[in-house]
């Protein structure tokens, strides 16, 4: 079955330091990854999207995730967080479908940033 | 921007009832999503439209039913409301047919009592 999988249900961080979240996928290809994050009281916003080419994907507010296919992995990172990247973050994946277009969601992760 | 808007932010309801939840968007979006996201659980699909008048279930359906009657415009409904329907729904939008960014809307916290 296709799934995504977010193994980290919490992490806190200190304001200023560096970010990695983790995300694995299983899919019978290489499924187009998604990274959404939610603020509090808010929807889901896109930090940013892998369909294919360069493995390096850059996104809004300073985030980069790295395709590895040998992983299965989609991790997201940023250098230095702000208190203001305390949210809930998802990922997602997809395959093409005649019609449709559905995405698979991960768990999410909660990250706190400390000051 | 894509804007999507969902009728209520919040809702209490009683067991039993028929509940309806709205969602609008503006972008001219040929394929809308209904999920509810659960704490831990993450965000599970109950049903998507890629078309009017078309739909197709999700992971998670029962309970459940949809209309899209027009291409902006799509509706969730709770047919018999039951405590185990409390939760947070989200409505979303996107272009086009196969995987593509999904635009959500600010999501109706719905509580049944």
């Known amino acids: 079955a296709q799934s995504v999988t977010q193994p980290d249900i919490h992490i806190t961080v200190s304001e200023g330091a560096s970010l990695e979240l983790r995300c694995n996928y299983s899919?019978?290809?290489?499924?187009?990854l998604f990274w959404y994050v939610q603020s509090p009281g808010q929807g889901l916003q896109l930090l940013l999207k892998?369909?294919?080419?360069?493995?390096l994907v850059q996104g809004i507010k300073g985030f980069e995730a790295e395709f590895k296919r040998s992983q299965s992995s989609f991790n997201l990172r940023k250098p230095s967080v702000h208190w203001s990247d305390a949210a809930e973050y998802f990922c997602?994946?997809?395959?093409?479908?005649?019609?449709?277009?559905?995405?698979?969601f991960g768990g999410g992760t909660r990250v706190l940033v400390k000051p | 921007d894509v804007k999507v808007t969902q009728s209520s932010r919040y809702l209490v309801k009683r067991t039993g009832e028929k509940v309806f939840l709205e969602c609008v968007q503006d972008?001219?979006?040929?394929?809308m999503f209904w999920y509810r996201q659960d704490p831990g659980l993450g965000l599970r699909l109950i049903y998507f439209?890629?078309?009017?008048?078309?739909?197709e279930k999700g992971d998670i359906p029962e309970g459940y039913s949809v209309s899209r009657e027009k291409k902006e415009r799509f509706s969730l409904i709770l047919e018999s409301a039951s405590t185990n329907q409390t939760s947070m729904y989200l409505c979303?939008?996107?272009?086009?047919?196969?995987?593509?960014?999904?635009?959500f809307g600010p999501g109706t916290r719905l509580t049944v009592l």
């Open positions: 899919y019978g290809a290489t499924p187009y």
């Open positions: 892998y369909f294919s080419g360069d493995t």
């Open positions: 439209s890629y078309d009017v008048k078309m739909k």
């Open positions: 997602a994946g997809g395959m093409i479908k005649a019609a449709g277009n559905k995405l698979t």
């Open positions: 979303a939008s996107s272009l086009r047919a196969g995987p593509d960014t999904q635009y």
């Open positions: 972008m001219d979006h040929e394929n």
